[in-house]
Structure formats: C-alpha cells, structure tokens
C-alpha cells in the first residue's frame, strides 16, 4: 500500500479505524472475528490503527492490545481521550461523559496504555474539546504526556480552525481527525487549508459516509442502538432524498471500474496528500475492499463530477443531532 505522513510518521494511505467491531453500529463483533480483522489489516498493509477510549468504553483498546500488542513495531497506534464511559450515579452503569480537565486526560492515558499493552501510543487525541476547559489547558496536559514518553504526538478532533491554532500554539498539533466524505463536506470550509498550514495531518473518519456511499442499507432495520438513529441524513424525509444521489454515483463507480466504497475513499485520497481516509469496519471482506481504494485511479473530470453530485447542497440533512452538534466545534456551512 502507499504511504502518506501521519505526523512524526509514515504510516498506510489507509488506516483501520477500531470502532466498529465494539461500538456504534450494533453488537460487537464475536472476539475470534475482531481478532481476525486486526491481523488481517496487518498482513494487508495497513500500519496506522485508530482507537479510542469510548469505543466500547474501554472494550476497543482491549482487543487491539491483546491482538496486536505483540507486533508493536509494525504500526502506528493511534487512540484518544477526553471522552469515555463513567460511572456516574455509581450503579456500575457507564455513561458517555466529555472530561477535558488534565488530571482526567492523564489518568485515561494510564488506563488506555494498560489496556492497549503499550509503553506509549504514536499519536493521542482530544476526542472532543470540552468546552469549560480552555483547549491550551487541555492540550497542554497531552503536551505534558508527550514530555514523560507516555505518548509521541497530539492530536484533535473534530475541532474549528480557530481551536487548531489556539492548541497549536500551547503544543505542535501533527494531526485533526474529522468526519469528511463526498457528503460531509465541513472540513473544507476552513479546516482542511489550517491542517496544511500548520503540518498536520487530516485523518478524514467515516469515508464512505457511515456506510451510505459503501452498501445498501435501509435505516428501518438498523440496530435499536445504532448511532445513525439519531442522525436527520437517515431518518425518512432526509433519507428518501438522499437516495436518489445513488444510482449516478454508483454508474460512476462501474464506469471507473471499482465498487462504490473504493470510490468514495479513493475520492479523499484525490483530493489532497496530507489527507489520509480512516474507514472502519468489522468485516474482513470490507477491509481488503477498502484497502483496494488504494489502487483506483480517478481523472480530473470524475473528481469534477463526483464532487458536482455530491456535496452540501445536494445531501438532505443536518450530520449530527441537535445535541451531537453542541458538542462539537466544528465550521458549518450557512
């Protein structure tokens, strides 16, 4: 597989995404399968590996530790912080909670390094900036993390411009990490332009538009906990709409001669070189399907046309909820 930069490192032009096979799109997968993946991804090339501590509230970084901990040298571990599950009302029950303050982004890093088997992790994000911390202050504690070896590089994610330079400036910044796709498109107002700016790189998750762009699927039998229950793009108004963007991107894709999905990744990977796409699956056959994206050549006028059928003004629908939307920083289109 090529390589792109990813910070301080050199990493596949496409990463594995960890969320999937514990978190956000049903049932975790069965163990063996999740085993499986990981060390498939690992034979097929791929060396930048992306966790988190909410994924699964912990369960996530569990199973890359026990399956990839003993090939440490071969990849690029990527996790994050700032958000994760806490018992809260002490029932044992754990709630997603956003925590920017130092003391818990140091304590999450000690746990995330336990469960993941590692002395240090490549490159560690702000999951979310919470907003009663200033993000220097928050930044300045993973700054603090890179100083005593616990972790290598800093990261953000889904951040504006404006929060990007403001951390930047408290402690160099190598990468933001940002839902982008042919139907999320907020990156480009400012954020794709700072990223390159400044050095870092964008790591564009859910590349293939949280499965749109990638298979047929039909919102109506989604998972009670399927986080796309609560996103307008799929609810029936939005949805109904949408659909009819499908059957020209899919003639796009025959006439380039790969699958949907291939085209939607090797679109971003098209579109700028300090871009790097971030699918996630828990699906060996989806993985080396996306892993062939590397592969797809796209001329200059399938850019033009993609980008001319699919884009803010064409998709229905706000991409987060009400509530997701307060949560994070992110420019939006007016």
């Known amino acids: 597989m090529n390589q792109r930069p990813l910070g301080p490192f050199t990493v596949s032009s496409i990463g594995l995404g960890c969320m999937n096979i514990c978190h956000a799109y049903g049932p975790p997968v069965p163990e063996q399968q999740a085993e499986r993946l990981l060390l498939t991804a690992l034979d097929e090339g791929v060396t930048h590996f992306d966790t988190a501590a909410l994924y699964g509230f912990g369960a996530s970084e569990t199973i890359v530790g026990k399956v990839l901990s003993k090939h440490r040298n071969r990849f690029t571990l990527a996790s994050k912080c700032g958000m994760q599950g806490v018992d809260v009302k002490g029932d044992g029950q754990l709630v997603r909670v956003i925590d920017g303050r130092p003391e818990t982004l140091r304590a999450t890093c000690e746990d995330s390094l336990r469960r993941l088997r590692t002395d240090v992790i490549d490159l560690y994000y702000l999951h979310r900036w919470d907003k009663q911390v200033p993000v220097e202050e928050s930044v300045g504690a993973l700054g603090d993390l890179v100083r005593a070896g616990k972790i290598r590089a800093v990261g953000l994610s889904e951040v504006s411009a404006q929060t990007i330079r403001k951390a930047h400036a408290e402690h160099p910044i190598s990468a933001v990490q940002t839902e982008y ?83 939607s990744i090797a679109w971003l990977l098209h579109k700028a070189p300090h871009i790097l796409p971030l699918p996630g699956t828990g699906n060996v056959d989806h993985l080396r399907e996306n892993n062939g994206a590397d592969g797809v050549k796209l001329s200059a006028e399938v850019m033009q046309r993609l980008d001319a059928l699919i884009n803010q003004q064409t998709v229905s629908g706000n991409r987060y909820s009400e509530q997701s939307n307060r949560e994070v920083d992110t420019e939006v289109f007016a």
């Not at 990223?195 to 919102?219: K, Q, W, Y």
């Open 181 to 263: 796709s042919l139907w999320t498109r907020n990156p480009e107002i400012a954020v794709l332009d700072t990223c390159r700016e400044i050095g870092a790189a964008f790591v564009a998750f859910s590349p293939t538009a949280r499965g749109f762009l990638a298979i047929d699927l039909d919102p109506e039998t989604f998972d009670a906990k399927d986080i796309r229950r609560a996103m307008p793009r799929f609810t029936p108004a939005h949805w109904a709409v949408n659909q009819r963007l499908l059957p020209a991107y899919r003639a796009i894709a025959a006439e380039v001669g790969c699958t949907p999905a291939q085209l």
